[in-house]
């Protein structure tokens, strides 16, 4: 199968560029019977939007979602659900040098030697206008999952290297960083300010919790439940590493420390401590889930860069126009996104693990 | 798909448990007219064998592979390979508590939650010695890459704290840690019986650089390179977290010094410096792909541990027997092996990328 | 992976229902560099829209496609090709008993107990207007294809038991029938005549005819190039049977006469018979390639049929509106497309298959 | 994903060379929970085991199954099932003119085309004896399916022209021609030895029913129940053709008649007729599922046939050796094994087709 669908029992396959005609997704598999209208994707949608603050692009991006297929009288039908956003701000333009030359830091130069060509308006296939796709689909998925008790939460852990390090359920949809500490978001402002100010960029760490996911989900060895997480979290575009619980960090520890015991409490088999982030052995163990992704800082920079472009010159540019200071406030959306996807399909997965499951649901 | 296979063009399906009759995997896509015999494999089973030295289990595993289809006249037929190697050491033996008893930091509980039994036999299939069926693909991947002027390189970056600093090619196999650095190895290894002396166990870092591999290679949205190597790496057993170039330190530089800045030199496109880790965009940059896996300690400690069993009672478990104190060297080779087969998976992939190639090839 | 998408290489998803908004495919994997426009999808599209005599519905269905993404300066960029054919005639409307009535001969009520639900207007997912992306991306496929000297040409070879005796090349396109015979077109008008009298409707035969596929194409085992032009055909609406050369014929023959001999003409390996239909043992023989699908008689009819509603009464129907009286001319281009994408995929699949193929690529 | 893999939910994935070492299959995402021992499934093998009658090539084929991983205490694991058969028959020998030339009606020619050399034994991997691990993967999804009502049944329909015309249940067993028709088996033993008497082979059609499978089952669209299965029986070696209920005949129908009438009969939806097969749009009616295949003449014939070689020069060979007159008798099984795959991996599917499902599934 081709590199742009992703998911087993639910697959999605995202389309579009930056600035062609529309980006959209379509969702197959998707269960029958869920409630679903545009403005349940629309909220999602309007998280990743840009102009929302001087941290983000003020491209005035639409990005209102059409539903084409798959409702019918207000809920999903079984059948594919095709998903598009128009792209309006897609005015014919001089791309000047940007058309010819492999700015540093982005996919031109490998689309280009892969392809032989690229669609350079805007970085076209590898524009952060990808994830639009991935977004509207993970806004269904996460819908299904609360109907399952499943949460899945993402925050801005750090900017550079200021780090989140209270955490104020509530704080993170009121700062422009998606911080849930208010003093960290001040002083990552500050931050992003000077780096702005030298016509520079900045990166940092989203972490992600998802609670309520019963333990026994996820496969035993190439679709471990964290290894299709480090897939689908890798796969954001900036993304240049992946945690699960205490991460880097347990290559440090011990084992007498970073194993996790089991209790029973109130007839409930948990764990004390969450060292694992809810993942042992690449099944569910019945803790929150914990990841993080790092994120690299904006590529796209307007102070002058060395390079080289297509006919192979030592070359000079500057990039001008909008551009996220900072990629991360807008990617925590897209991480719950891939994360909602990644457990939904894991957890439709594990419906048929057992014989006694399929015994039980044919018994009529 | 069911989650035991792993590629696209070239699919591998492994199987088999720690203690079950035999382990081993089915490459199928794998193309016609490589040079193949048991040895060109045995010499990478070799290397994760058990008994080596001190620091890992003392298990005598012969680990005779058995090419058993797909190669006839000593060259790969492009008809599926399947490789096989039994399991000397199967002897029945009473299994105590661990048969009933949910071990900390192991796959114990998960499993049986979502299979609803398990095979409690040395982990059954979540044991390490599920990875011999990804070092034996490993091997023939990486002889093909070879042929193409790949080379796969992993070895011991860290081992709790202990990191190497100075990189001596040669030095990896000449300590029992795979650590090129004969100073950071000795030291590690006192950090090691440290350990053992306490019954306890520790982790460390892998690094993987992949040399020789051309620009253009990966695919854009959810099968980038470096997302599948992600994945790759993260379903290897004790993996808790995976890096690209500069990982996590990325999300703390800027744009102005984490992008790499392209030149000409000798009529090639090079970069000047490698904090992508030779994959931007998901699609290699021409530069050498730099990933590393962060491996937890070993869970399997004879410190009393509290925990469950199966009847949901609070335990205390000692487990005895023979368990690595680090899984980390061992582990060096199934890092080589993922990334072999994801890199030459994708190499494959790419010759179908342009119209013009295709009209080349079907010239005639 | 859900079962919208077709295709290993070349991936196609397609969606959409009769009386939605838009229905549309994505086709991923597609090679960079194919010069396309809208125009050489429009005209397959328009071999297949309704309204073109008074053998097919008069519904006026403009079906005009727009390419969303994955074509920039008139060519494709490798990146997924979206196109969208819009619901013109979708005016809300009181479907009557149909809505909650199991129609006989149609997928009503495999959908209804599949889903829990269904979308009845146009019967929906399962109207023959899905084949629209099909036929959008067996376009494209087509095209290709051509660049490589394959043709793909399908006709109807039979309607009812009148069936083509004579191949006239070019009267295919002059009769409202698809037929390459001018008289057994006349002959089978004026049965279809009949038929629509009797408010009955009537079924027939499509051939396919693939020329230029050299010999090597398809997969040993469960991806025999046959087995996917048998999912391919069989998963179009109305198709109940599928032969591959002589077909059922050939399992009244006899080993010396099945058996196509070679020989050597002209320096090339050629066959003196073609009872294989150009696939042995799954794979291409060099030969032409030549499949049948046998396409029931259309199950709307205006006659009055019993039949069962969802709640489970007894009940009469008669199916008024349009409906064509045979679908076999209207599914020409469906099975021809669904031929090209299958042809298509297989030969990319081959560049990969040997050693010295992928050598020769890298070799530089 | 490469050739050798079938199913989604239930993936078998075989392997093996007639005159290899071995031949096998892993049977991935099988449900835990199944009683299974190795006897289960050498009652499918033996029904193809050659050697049992005159009709069949006298090789003398062990066949001994050996499950070498995915089965604990006596039932599955819901890890990989890995079968392996030992090849008895291995014994080096003169292959002569074989090596170097391309059997008529065999995949000999394409194989060669497409990997540039192949394994000559016995067809190498086109044998008949890559079925082994289809029948033995068959085996244990007909034993699943027993469990929930499903019985899968196939016979012979046909040998050369002679037909089955009545049904005797339990005479199938009783002649070696798997005919559940007395008479129609003595005539077509008959046929066969005149057959055999002209050192020719003979073809034949196999009639499958499979019982119990409820309505709903199957994908709308390029995965329906009637495509995958067309697939399953194309992909086995010798098949030209398959049909769903009526096939090639309803092409000769109208719609008045071809279409089934539904009606409530004892408080359930059934259908008075069944034309369509248990399929209507690519989704099971509740009804008996009847597909059928027609099995060409075995290509290998004693007769003088005019052929080419691998130097391109014009030869005439004669086939000596063990062959089977005819292939229907014990492709009877194998057609069994791949219906019973395709519905057992469909009716997996279904239970995550709805959101009501899941929920209640979920609601602990």
């Known amino acids: 199968m081709a590199g742009s669908t992703f998911g087993n029992r639910i697959s999605i396959t995202t389309w579009g560029e930056s600035h062609g005609a529309a980006l959209g997704v379509v969702i197959d598999g998707f269960p029958a019977g869920l409630k679903l209208c545009e403005e349940d994707i629309q909220v999602y949608l309007d998280r990743r939007k840009p102009g929302q603050s001087k941290f983000t692009t003020a491209r005035a991006e639409g990005d209102k979602v059409e539903i084409l297929s798959g409702v019918f009288e207000g809920h ?28 540093p830091g982005h996919a031109d130069y490998g689309f280009y030697e892969k392809f032989g060509r690229r669609d350079y308006r805007g970085g076209g296939r590898s524009s952060g206008r990808e994830t639009i796709g991935r977004v509207a689909a993970g806004a269904i998925c996460a819908k299904l999952l609360r109907e399952l008790g499943v949460e899945v939460f993402a925050y801005t852990k750090s900017i550079g290297d200021i780090r989140v390090s209270e955490f104020e359920l509530g704080e993170r949809d009121l700062n422009p960083l ?10 990552a ?3 992003l300010e000077a780096c702005m100010l030298n016509k520079d960029s900045a990166g940092g760490v989203i972490e992600c919790v998802i609670t309520g996911v019963p333990a026994g989900i996820g496969e035993p060895v190439f679709d471990k439940l964290d290894a299709k997480i480090a897939q689908a979290l890798v796969s954001i575009g900036a993304v240049k590493g992946v945690e699960i619980g205490d991460g880097f960090e ?7 420390i970073n194993n ?5 409490i109130d007839g409930r088999i948990v ?13 569910s163990d019945g803790d929150d889930i914990i990841v993080r992704a790092a994120i690299k800082p904006t590529p796209s920079i307007s102070q002058m860069q060395h390079t080289v472009n297509e006919n192979g010159e030592n070359v000079d540019i500057e990039i001008h126009g909008r551009h996220d200071p900072v990629v991360v406030p807008r ?19 594990h419906m048929t693990d057992r014989v006694d499951y399929i015994k039980e649901f044919y018994k009529n």
Chains 1, 2, 3, 4 share one sequence.
């Open 76 to 103: 999903t039908t079984g059948t594919p659900i095709s998903l598009m956003v128009r792209n309006l701000d897609q005015h014919s333009k001089d791309y000047g040098d940007i058309a010819t030359t492999f700015r």
């Open 178 to 187: 998606a911080m849930p500490d208010s003093l960290a978001a001040k002083e």
């Open 189 to 191: 402002q500050e931050y």
């Open 250 to 256: 347990a290559s440090k520890s011990v084992g007498s």
């Open 260 to 264: 996790d015991a089991f209790e029973m």
């Open 271 to 283: 764990k004390t401590t969450n060292h694992s982030g809810g993942i042992l052995g690449g099944i």
């Open 331 to 349: 990617a925590v959306v897209v991480v719950e996104a891939m994360c909602a996807i990644t457990i939904c399909d894991a957890m439709l997965s």
